[in-house]
């Protein structure tokens, strides 16, 4: 018996060793998903097919051997509100004629996680990959089914590891199933096509994590179990058939397909693949996982602390140090009696693209390379993402890459649904990593995807925010609070007429390729909103989408961007955020909201009436307005003047602008770009030449000023601070027949000998960085650098956009 033992053992090292150059990864599913997440987020498979999964009720991710792992334990219990929604699973179903159960819906979908086909009634945003069509049908050629496992309960039933079916589901025993029998002393691999029904023993450590691996070798039709690297049992003259091709295949992991059977532990890491994976006896393996063998990141960029991210109190001074300050909002001022913050809008350029063919995503970004050539990333057919290049900033051309062909295209950087997202320059990153790109991807989730050079993106597997993307997220690094801040949009609150008002989230993360800090809201989190807040009827938010398609962002993160009440007329709201932190001077974000005025579904009537087809027009018009902020979490929205509005533009109409994400600097110009049409939001007039990308130019730091009237003198004075430096430098425009004047008092008010506001030679002109000068004392101020001091400014008709102090 040994030897015949012996020689099978002896057969299968050596088919093993010729098959290993020839091992393929089906599937791996490593569950690191964050735990909490809700029903219906999808579980991401690590190999190149890309077979996502579903988490449902009756399944969650916890803990596991390596980050996370599923377990089929219920989701938090939750009452169903009522609604008519039948593609959102919120209507019950009777059993079909000639059926056996209820069709899916969120009233009985109690599956672990599952993959289908079937289910044909409910919504999908993405198409879940037929499995037996697929490898993960097993059968007869050489496979390695393995898992990490911990039984952590004794049911006293069966419980299923993964269940592959023809379908319909429940309604025949056309399967492949793998049990774990209620002792957990032995599995069971269930093949209806082969008619076999095979006993394994097993030898599994109770509350400890085992490795599992079955592996199959077609020649000698062998099956072989280990744990742990051991071997425990060898199945001779096994047959394995494949299952019958279904039109509405599933594959059910964790319970069986009728929800029932739950599996007696956790489970982790399991991965399906083609060929012969383990000799006999071997050392088990650590995380298949790039999550876990990524190398670390480098040490953050850091940045100056934030100056003004506390409230100073009145014997406290702020220290100003040589940093420029932008004087966007009154954060630095004590008093600006006579004066106010007004918005500047940029000054039109000229349309830079304008010739527009196909397909043209709205959302586009702007990025400058460390070579000085600019790049313009857009969504194109299909939303793959294209790249368009720039010398100069005007004139720009389609590159033609070597892995960019795509229909009619060369200039493709992503082959896939993902053209709603923000490529920008990581600083943190090492250089095979240094280009970034934030999107969501064929609607499964928000994923993070790196690239050496801009052109050739990788994905990394596993989202980082398991929510549906409404439209585009943007993105940046913040080196004065050393994390990265994304904004997402959320269609969980409600106009004045109950139709969707969009709202932007904000995330923050210190790790930005695994998985973002996430903690779950529950119903009651939801109704009590409620309370306060028009949002959807459908609490939780995850029950939008149906139980196979992830639900967007609901009340799970904080709201950065939204529309007002009593500050916005009604049934407005912000489309896309577009927040960025200003490059070149701390303490200072800046955001370009674009703002949607609905016709559809608003009132009054003299209002929604231009919803008509007869009027020519669509759902409404867009226009960009401008946001700050001095910590990127609290911001104030500046409606007036607009920013970017609707009208003429180059000697064409334009009734929708949507701003690009991104800066350029060049000079002491700011160059910003923006995607503008004709068209109104859902157009019922089609006009594709009436679109095209223009450039806008800004003043260094001229976003916002501080105006004085031009009939009387305006003063403005500071809070107590201190400073280092020489000189006093300051950004304003007084125009002709304008002036300003800039002196210190101490800290009591008392003004400083020799360097008053009445010392102070007049300013008068339109300077970017203008030194400040006294009378008597020049320009030279290290007589007061490091004393506590206030700012006295005397103006009349000028505009002042920033001051710093350096020295020279």
């Known amino acids: 018996m040994q030897m015949i033992k012996n020689v099978i053992m002896f057969s299968f090292i050596i088919t093993t060793l010729i098959a290993q150059n020839k091992v393929k990864t089906v599937a791996l599913w490593t569950f690191d998903e964050q735990q909490g997440i809700y029903p219906s987020s ?7 097919n890309d077979y996502s999964i579903a988490l449902g009720p009756g399944g969650q991710i916890v803990s596991g051997k390596f980050g996370n792992a599923l377990e089929p334990v219920e989701q938090p219990k939750i009452i169903l509100p009522h609604s008519e929604s039948l593609v959102f699973g919120m209507i019950k179903l009777p059993v079909p004629e000639g059926g056996a159960a209820e069709p899916m819906t969120w009233h009985n979908a109690n599956f672990c996680a599952l993959m289908t086909s079937g289910e044909k009634h409910l919504r999908k945003v993405f198409e879940y990959a037929k499995p037996t069509h697929t490898k993960l049908n097993l059968g007869e050629f050489d496979w390695t089914v393995e898992f990490w496992f911990m039984p952590n309960k004794k049911t006293g039933n069966d419980g299923i590891v993964f269940e592959i079916g023809s379908g319909p589901r429940t309604e025949n025993e056309k399967v492949t199933r793998l049990i774990l029998r209620n002792d957990i002393s032995k599995f069971i691999l269930f093949n209806q096509s082969s008619n076999n029904r095979i006993e394994i023993k097993t030898a599994l450590s109770f509350m400890n994590w085992n490795h599992v691996a079955f592996i ?12 742990d690297g051991k071997l425990i049992s060898i199945l001779n003259n096994i047959n394995i058939l494949p299952l019958e091709t279904g039109s509405e295949d599933y594959m059910s992991i964790g319970r069986d397909g009728s929800w029932g059977r739950p599996l007696q532990g956790k489970l982790d890491e399991l991965r399906f693949s083609e060929g012969i994976v383990y000799e006999n006896e071997f050392d088990v393996p650590s995380s298949f996982s790039s999550q876990f063998s990524r190398r670390p990141a480098v040490e953050f960029k850091k940045g100056l ?90 004139n720009w051309e389609t590159p033609d890459l070597p892995n960019g062909k795509y229909k009619n295209r060369t200039n493709i950087v992503i082959h896939g649904s993902t053209g709603m997202g923000i490529v920008f320059l990581d600083p943190n990153a090492p250089p095979e990593e240094k280009w970034k790109y934030l999107s969501g991807y064929d609607e499964k989730g928000i ?45 969980f609150a409600t106009g004045i007429s109950g139709s969707t008002q969009r709202e ?4 923050e993360t210190t790790d930005l390729l695994s998985p973002w800090p996430f903690n779950p809201v529950t119903q009651q989190d939801g109704l009590n909103l409620s309370k306060v807040k028009r949002v959807k009827n459908l609490l939780p938010f995850y029950l939008d989408n149906g139980p196979l398609s992830p639900g967007g962002f609901g009340n799970d993160y904080p709201v950065a961007f939204g529309a007002i009440d009593g500050f916005d007329p009604t049934d407005t709201d912000v489309y896309v955020a577009k927040a960025m932190k200003y490059p070149w001077a701390p303490d200072t974000y800046i955001a370009f909201p674009t703002i949607y005025f609905h016709y559809k579904n608003s009132f009054p009537e003299t209002r929604s009436i231009l919803n008509e087809k007869k009027y020519q027009r669509g759902s409404g018009p867009l226009e960009t307005q401008l946001a700050v902020s001095r910590d990127g979490r609290n911001w104030k929205r500046l409606a007036r003047p607009v920013y970017i509005g609707t009208g003429k533009h180059d000697g064409r109409t334009v009734n929708t602008a949507y701003i690009a994400h991104g800066m350029v600097r060049r000079g002491n110009e700011i160059w910003q770009y923006y995607f503008g049409e004709s068209q109104y939001h859902s157009s019922h007039v089609s006009d594709p030449e009436g679109r095209g990308v223009y450039r806008v130019i800004q003043r260094l730091d001229g976003f916002v000023s501080l105006d004085s009237p031009y009939e009387k003198e305006a003063v403005v004075k500071t809070k107590p601070f201190t400073f280092e430096g020489n000189r006093l ?37 339109d300077f970017l960085e203008t030194e400040v000068e006294w009378l008597n004392k020049g320009k030279d101020i290290s007589s007061l650098q490091g004393k506590t001091l206030q700012l006295v400014f005397r103006m009349r008709g000028s505009k002042l956009y920033s001051m710093q102090f350096i020295n020279k």
């Open 42 to 48: 999808i579980l991401s498979d690590q190999s190149e």
């Open 216 to 227: 199959y070798n077609k020649s000698n039709k062998t099956l072989m179990h280990y744990v």
């Open 305 to 394: 602390p934030l100056l003004f991210d506390k409230v100073y109190s009145s014997n406290e001074f702020i220290n100003i140090g040589g940093r420029k300050h932008l004087f966007i909002d009154d954060a630095l001022l004590a008093k600006y009696d006579g004066s106010e913050f007004n918005v500047n809008p940029p000054r039109m350029a000229e349309c830079v693209i304008d010739k527009i063919n196909g397909t043209f995503r709205k959302h586009l970004n702007v990025v400058e390379d460390e070579d000085g050539l600019l790049r313009l990333y857009a969504g194109v057919e299909n939303d793959y993402l294209a790249v368009w290049i720039s010398k100069d900033g005007v």
């Open 447 to 491: 994923f993070i995807f790196t690239s050496s050079d801009g052109y050739n993106f990788k994905r990394i597997k596993t989202a980082v925010l398991p929510f549906w993307p409404g439209s585009q997220s943007d993105i940046f690094y913040d080196e004065q609070q050393q994390k990265y801040v994304a904004h997402h949009r959320a269609d």
């Open 504 to 507: 932007f989230v904000r995330t």
């Open 729 to 765: 430098t300051l950004n304003i425009d007084t125009d002709a027949a304008g002036y300003a004047q800039a002196g210190f008092a101490d800290e009591t008010g008392k003004p400083v000998e020799g360097f008053s506001v009445d010392d102070c030679i007049y300013i008068n002109g």
